[in-house]
């Protein structure tokens, strides 16, 4: 799996190091990844994700994984994360029925 964050689309980016002469080498700046376990408390189940530093701090200030989840687009999720977000509206509509 490459090192991208599956609820932000974070990747690698690339750059220089500059040396104090000013030469010029190519790097990398990797995102800051961590594997966490995160529980929904809609599905009431734990899942396992590689995500970043940033995206655990938004995650604690909107509240939990089904919040972050809700307000995030589609398109910079993993197909993962799609899936539990997916899932989620699924048990919101049928409680919403009910």
Known sequence: MSRTCELTGKKAMSGNNVSHAKNRTKRKFLPNLNNVKLTSEVLGKDFQLKVSA??????????????????????NLSSNAMKIKRDIEKVEVEKASD
């Not at 940033?54 to 398109?75: H, Q």
């Open 54 to 75: 940033s995206a655990l701090r938004t995650i604690d200030k909107v509240g939990g994984l089904d919040p972050f989840l809700r307000r995030s687009a589609f398109d």
